[in-house]
Every structure is written in structure tokens, then in C-alpha cells.
């Protein structure tokens, strides 16, 4: 049960999260959105901060509870 509110993401972020969900990879995320992998590296960064998550899968996994 979670009683801290959802983190807010931005579109792009609430994107790179949906493809991640889907099993894609950063350079085929990269492609799908037009955008760098560098840059899905970035936004994926930025989740994982956003979570609290040490680590991508705890991320993921921390993100779809909300």
C-alpha cells in the first residue's frame, strides 16, 4: 500500500516508461520516440529518481504499483 502520492512525470518520461514495460531496449526506445539513446538514458535517470529506486527493475516495478 503506498500513501506517498504518485511521482508527477513528464509525457516523454510517462513514454519511456510505457516502452520500457514493453521489453524494448534503450536504442529501439530511442528510435520509436526520435530521440537519442543518450537521452532515453536521461529520462530513464530521471524515473529512477523519481521512484527512489536504486535500480531499473526496482524502478519499473515501484512505477506501475501507482
Not at 34 to 55: D, F, Q, W, Y
Request: charged share 25%.
Amino acid at each position: 500500500v503506498f500513501y506517498d502520492p504518485p511521482p508527477i512525470l513528464t509525457h516523454r518520461e510517462r513514454q519511456v516508461l510505457a516502452l520500457m514495460l514493453d521489453g524494448l531496449s534503450r536504442d529501439v526506445i530511442a528510435s520509436v520516440l526520435k530521440i537519442s539513446p543518450e537521452t532515453v538514458k536521461i529520462h530513464t535517470l530521471k524515473l529512477l529518481a523519481k521512484s527512489g529506486a536504486v535500480n531499473l527493475r526496482d524502478g519499473v516495478r515501484q512505477m506501475t504499483a501507482y
